[in-house]
């Protein structure tokens, strides 16, 4: 039997070893996911050549799979007999991530450089097998969130300090374009001390961090009765249209990093000084958007800096078509990441439509809820490549080429500019029929407070003695 990894701790406030164990887990998740993003439509399209029809397949197929393995997983973890393995998140993250570190290095040792069958087959297989480990291992670690604090602002400010080990962990992340392009030979070697610091992470983390107590009414639900009774919350699903369309404009971005380049001008120091500005600024802005949202609220403060985010995207593009210099694509740039910040709240948002979950059927359904919602806006991780690769092959862009011509130079600017704009002006529209904000929010915080209450209550009086003692 696997020693309880379980924490009855159900206090609002964290200590800070448990705040510095959780946050510290989000560096290997940003090593891998971070180059990985950031790379493999480069790796793969751009490098190794893999065609349009064939890249388009691959990301539909990929897309898929994208999908489906979420609610999957999340619903194995939910239904994991924690008696038997001691936990229902951790055992999973201390086998399963060194695994994706190690696969993680292996991806990127191209099968063929001139045969479309092969590097097709090594683009679905690469690409699925990394994004089943990086939901398993993600998409569980982020569950942990909110058991770990009933308090809303507890789990955004969480959310925060996570932000700081991702914002740290994004430092050798943002050398990783200008390092490709030194050599692949570099960028495999950088690949492997990246998997061998995660490995290490991964092992600590599961060692220290506990769960909270199995506090949850034991059901036997089907995965598709899981899957529906989450799809019931209205919260659920305007939270997940409103990250839909987030992630696609997210996949638009750092993947096609090796494009923007073309208008940021030369030099093996462009990927990373773009990579730090929009990072470095990014971060300050989450803590302008936690300011505010004393003020505001989450919904409120959404609305008018994303709006704010909107216009200036907008201007931006004017002023970059109009002028052609670098400086001032440089300069909108970093002034459209000032309002980059939303992404603090965004699980926040989710865990709201978990509390509700638990406060109606007396079970927490963290890792369903966070599946189930993946298999709806994940999609938007191929979609939003599609329609980028789309962009720039109607605009004249010559993949493998180190010029491009005007009319390429300006779907460029498309891309960078007006294309995210359209994705974050639909999630608009979502977050603001969001349904928890004001009254109806402190409501949800007091009745899940009093909730909580009442099953450590329950807890501690029918727990067996030695199971207790092993807490």
């Known amino acids: ?193 990246l998997a061998i610091i995660s490995i290490i992470i991964y092992i600590v983390v599961t060692r220290i961090l506990k769960e909270r107590p199995e506090l949850r009414v034991e059901e036997d639900y089907t995965f598709f009765q899981g899957m529906k009774m989450v799809v019931k919350s209205k919260a659920f699903l305007t939270r997940t249209g409103y990250n839909f369309f987030n992630t696609g404009a997210r996949a638009m971005g750092f993947s096609f990093l090796f494009a923007f380049t073309f208008i940021l001008g030369p030099g093996f120091l462009t990927p990373i000084l773009f990579m730090l500005i929009t990072f470095g600024i990014g971060f300050f802005s989450n803590i302008i958007y936690m300011k505010l949202e004393k003020k505001w609220g989450i919904r409120k403060t959404i609305l008018i800096l994303k709006s704010g985010l909107i216009i200036a995207n907008l201007i931006s593009f004017v002023i970059v078509s109009a002028v052609g210099s670098t400086t001032i694509v440089w300069i909108c740039v970093a002034l459209v990441s000032i309002l980059s910040g939303f992404g603090v709240f965004d699980f926040v948002l989710l865990t709201m439509a978990i509390d509700e979950d638990e406060i109606k059927y007396g079970s927490r359904r963290e890792s369903i809820f966070q599946g189930t919602s993946s298999l709806l806006f994940k999609p938007a991780d191929s979609l939003g490549p599609i329609i980028a690769t789309i962009t720039l092959t109607m605009f004249g862009f010559v993949t493998g080429s180190t010029t491009q011509d005007a009319t390429a130079l300006l779907g460029i600017k498309v891309l960078l500019f007006v294309m995210p704009t359209l994705m974050h002006a639909i999630s608009l529209i979502f977050i603001y029929l969001f349904p928890y904000h004001g009254e109806a929010l402190e409501k949800l915080q007091s009745e899940l407070v009093k909730l909580h209450a009442i099953k450590k209550e329950n807890y501690e009086s029918n727990k067996p003695e030695k199971f207790r003692s092993e807490i």
Not at 181 to 186: F, G, N, R
């Open 1 to 193: 039997m696997e020693k309880s990894k379980t924490n009855n701790d159900f206090g609002g406030k964290l200590p800070r070893k448990d705040v510095f164990i959780y946050s510290l887990g989000y560096i290997p998740n940003t090593f891998l996911a971070g180059v990985f993003m950031l790379m493999y439509v480069n790796f793969f399209w751009n490098y190794l050549g893999l065609i349009d029809p064939l890249f388009i397949i691959g990301m539909v197929i990929y897309a898929t799979i994208n999908a489906l393995n979420d609610p999957l997983t999340g619903h194995m973890s939910d239904k994991t007999n924690i008696d038997k393995w001691g936990s229902r998140r951790l055992i999973y993250i201390k086998w399963f991530g060194p695994l994706w570190a190690i696969f993680y290095f292996i991806m990127w040792f191209p099968w063929s450089y001139d045969n479309q069958i092969i590097i097709f087959v090594q683009f679905i297989l690469s690409i699925c097998i990394f994004d089943t480990f990086l939901s398993l291992i993600i998409g569980l670690y982020m569950s942990l969130m909110s058991e770990m604090s009933d308090n809303i602002k507890v789990r955004y400010k969480l959310s925060f300090y996570a932000n700081i080990a991702t914002f740290i962990a994004g430092i050798p992340v943002v050398f990783a374009q200008s390092i490709f392009d030194a050599s692949l030979e570099t960028f495999q070697m950088f690949n492997g001390i």
